[in-house]
């Protein structure tokens, strides 16, 4: 009988097997998700789907001197860019 995907993957090492799991979530080819980490500069929406895709939430804080942290305005989801950003205090 064959082997399935998840026979494949758990013999993977670690850090490979996420590699895997990280381009299943995005619905592109693990090469890609090599391209994504090497790079020195990207789209957010890219930095956002690589982080979520690995179960996390990207939040850009932008610590500004003299003054509380803020989140600039437009780095949310369309509905959270609607509404007024508020400082964040330390």
């Given amino acids: ?6 026979d494949i993957l758990s013999e993977l090492p670690l850090k490979r097997r996420a590699k895997a ?6 619905n592109i080819k693990q090469p890609c998700v ?5 790079r020195a500069d990207m789209h957010l929406s ?9 179960g996390g939430e990207l939040d850009i804080v ?3 001197p003299g ?20 400082s964040i205090t330390k």
């Fill in 46 to 54: 890219t930095l956002r789907g690589y982080v979520e895709a690995m």
């Fill in 67 to 86: 003054q509380a942290p803020m989140r600039p305005l437009g780095f949310g989801d369309a509905a959270e860019s609607a509404a007024p950003q508020t």
């Fill in 1 to 6: 009988m064959g082997r399935n995907l998840n």
């Fill in 21 to 26: 799991d990280v381009a299943a979530a995005h």
């Fill in 34 to 38: 090599s391209k994504i980490e090497k």
């Fill in 62 to 64: 932008a610590p500004l």
